[in-house]
């Protein structure tokens, strides 16, 4: 049996996180992997996507570099060379965590760790293939996985879920994406940008759930003008190898697909953490605010609590859990946890929407502008629609912002911070922004007049 400071179980963004941080803060630190450093982000969600992604915008630039008055042709989109990329950058990574690890000093096992139920107070067990290891603290950080509804049908026909979708290196002719979220919508716009023929499929009155509904229409607005159909409100009731059958005001029809992408979110892995009898919250485990569980020296951060499946999400999390368990005594703040889909042109969104704001009859006034009213934006984007959204409380606080056009990915960090920090809209607008940069449009938007 081998005793450490600390376990923790999970390698995704906040177990590795967790570990480095640990290690280095003096925590004889072991972390357990079953499958490869990174997680499903690294491994099967954000990167590989958006390695994808932006091989499609290489490939759509050059289709419209007319437009920027350069003749140029790409005669093929190798998905198989796209692909072979990804999978370069994603080895990349990898071992960039490896490193981390290394240098910090992290014990690593790769295999499926069993937590053993406890029998001392704060002594805690973990077995890997026959190894036992111990620890008076733990971190667990396991992550999610895809949900798969019950959908009549789906065991006879060979479906994707992101993974397999991330892992083929030919394109279909058609792909029925069921779910119009963030991974739904991210998906969507990359096989739309390659001539893949896309439907996507959403119970939802709008895209993007959780998201602000004005930038939702927006984006679909967008890419229903590039072809791709959307079927919003349409409940999936049955699929077969020749398509997807939908439901809409008691009308039901087939959607002719050679693909089928599930895309209906994830759910908190928590079956594995059965032995040691903690509280839940709905799927996840429950948390305060410093993440600390309901046993004494366990700790929880991820996907695996439920609350925000995000990466940078996890990352602080991860970061706050450590603190804790060196005497730091942080606290979480999910005050300004920014959304983002990168899609073309990107979404971003951070703070409290529009939606919210009505709901709970909180008085704002809203500032928008179209990001044209940035010369680089227009520089840059030929064209291309954009839209800046900035939400302001009656005392000048920044409630939230939602933005519309590239690079709104980098420009939300902007409001982020004064959002967390309690920035007041005219402190932020009062900054020297630099000209010529996109980020101007924040400036420009608080500034300007309220909208009706």
């Avoid at 925590?27 to 499609?56: D, F, H, M």
């Avoid at 809409?248 to 697909?257: G, R």
């Avoid at 940069?437 to 500034?447: A, D, L, Q, S």
Wanted: proline share 5%; hydrophobic share 40%; glycine share 10%.
């Amino acid at each position: 049996m081998l005793t450490h400071d600390l376990i923790i179980l999970g390698g995704g963004p906040a177990g590795y996180t967790a570990a480095e941080r640990a290690a280095r803060g003096g925590l004889n630190t072991l972390l357990i992997e079953k499958r490869a450093l990174g997680g499903v982000c690294l491994n099967e969600g954000c990167i590989p996507t958006k390695t994808l992604l932006y091989s499609a915008k290489i490939w759509h630039l050059t289709e419209d570099a007319k437009k920027y008055g350069i003749e140029a042709s790409a005669d093929q989109f190798l998905m198989d060379k796209v692909n072979a990329r990804k999978n370069k950058v994603v080895r990349k990574l990898v071992a960039g965590i490896k490193g981390k690890m290394t240098n910090a000093g992290v014990t690593v096992v790769t295999g499926e760790g069993e937590i053993l139920a406890p029998t001392t107070p704060q002594e805690y067990s973990v077995k890997v293939g026959e190894e036992t290891y111990t620890a008076p603290r733990l971190l667990l950080a396991s992550g999610s996985e895809t949900f798969v509804p019950p959908i009549p049908g789906l065991d006879t026909v060979d479906y994707w879920t992101s993974r397999e979708a991330l892992e083929s290196k030919e394109l279909p002719k058609s792909i029925a994406i069921i779910g119009g979220g963030v991974i739904g919508m991210e998906f969507a716009a990359f096989y739309n940008r390659v001539g893949v023929e896309v439907h996507v499929i959403e119970m939802l009155p709008e895209i993007l759930g959780g998201m602000d509904s004005e930038m939702g229409a927006l984006l679909r607005a967008e890419y229903t003008k590039l072809g791709v159909k959307f079927y919003l409100q349409h409940k999936v009731t049955s699929v077969a190898p020749d398509g997807v059958t939908v439901e809409f005001e008691d009308n039901s029809f087939v959607i002719p697909t050679e693909r089928i992408l599930l895309s209906v979110g994830r759910r908190p892995v928590t079956e594995k953490l059965s032995p040691l009898g903690l509280e839940m919250e709905g799927r996840g485990v429950k948390v305060d605010a410093t993440m600390r569980t309901s046993l004494p020296g366990v700790y929880a951060a991820g996907d695996v609590t439920g609350y925000s499946l995000l990466a940078h999400t996890a990352v602080r999390e991860a970061e706050v859990a450590v603190d804790n368990m060196l005497g730091k005594n942080a606290q979480m703040s999910y005050r300004a946890i920014p959304g983002i889909i990168y899609t073309q042109p990107e979404v971003a969104g951070v703070g409290m929407t529009e939606d919210q704001l009505k709901k709970e009859g909180i008085n704002y006034r809203k500032h928008q502008l179209p990001m044209a009213f940035a010369g680089r934006f227009v520089a840059e984007n030929e064209m291309a629609n954009g839209v800046c959204k900035i939400l302001i409380g009656e005392d000048d606080t920044l409630l939230g912002a939602h933005m519309l056009g590239n690079p709104a990915s980098e420009l939300i960090v902007v409001i982020a911070v004064a959002i967390e920090r309690g920035i007041k809209a005219h402190e932020l607008a009062s900054v020297v922004f630099p000209h010529p940069t996109v980020g101007e449009i924040i400036k420009e938007t608080i500034e300007s007049s309220p909208v009706a």
